[in-house]
Nanobody
Framework: QVQLVESGGGLVQPGGSLRLSCAAS????????IGWFRQAPGKGREGVAC????????YYADSVKGRFTISRDTAKNTVYLQMNSLKPEDTAFYYC???????????????????WGQGTQVTVSS
């Protein structure tokens, strides 16, 4: 069965870094579009970054460009989100998701993603 499990969240000071992991099982992760999303209390789900199954190209939300990097490790069947220069406004619950039926093109439209992990909390605070 398709399963995504996030890990790596925690508490970090502003300007610090965290690396989130999304471990996939039940499917080969790099064959499908994978995205990272986040949701802060009282706010809707926001697309953060995604990576293409075709050529590994990536796309980022404007709010994280230059600070976050999405990557994948085929051998480990895992996708990562390296988060640098973290800001308090990055505080949110972070989810990874895959678009097995949604398509192969780069998109942060959450409606395209059909399988979601349970998420991991990221808190950026002094």
């Amino acid at each position: 069965q398709v399963q995504l499990v996030e890990s790596g969240g925690g508490l970090v000071q502003p300007g610090g870094s965290l690396r989130l992991s999304c471990a996939a099982s039940g499917f080969t992760l790099d064959a499908y579009l994978i995205g990272w999303f986040r949701q802060a209390p009282g706010k809707g789900r926001e697309g953060v970054a995604c990576i293409s199954p075709s050529d590994g190209s990536t796309y980022y939300a404007d709010s994280v460009k230059g600070r976050f990097t999405i990557s994948r490790d085929t051998a480990k069947n895992t996708v990562y989100l390296q988060m640098n220069s973290l800001k308090p406004e990055d505080t949110a619950f972070y989810y990874c998701a895959t678009a097995i039926e949604g398509g192969w093109y780069l998109s942060l439209d959450a409606q395209l993603y059909d399988h979601w992990g349970q998420g991991t909390q990221v808190t950026v605070s002094s």
